[in-house]
């Protein structure tokens, strides 16, 4: 896949991520999340996948801090 289609992948999986939050439980995310990873690296070309866990990581930090910061 191009660049622009894994960031095609990647944005969509940072909008469904709050549907998988609450699907989920708290030890099955890292799961979902690692399965995630694997398929989109699947796609790309190796030279891609350094770029594509970058922005996995930075979405999945994202996440993490939302939904952190919503917790009292």
């Known amino acids: 896949k191009s660049r ?3 960031d095609a992948m990647i944005d969509e999986i940072g909008q469904r991520l709050d549907l ?3 699907a989920s439980t708290a030890a099955s995310r890292a ?3 690692t399965n995630l990873t694997r398929a989109v690296l699947r796609l790309a070309a190796p ?3 350094e770029y594509v866990y970058e922005r996995l990581n930075s979405v999945f930090k ?3 801090l939302k939904h952190s ?3 009292p």
């Open 31 to 33: 799961e979902v999340w």
């Open 62 to 64: 994202a996440h993490v």
């Open 47 to 49: 030279e891609d996948h």
């Open 20 to 22: 998988l939050h609450q």
């Open 4 to 6: 622009p289609d894994l």
């Open 69 to 71: 910061a919503s917790i």
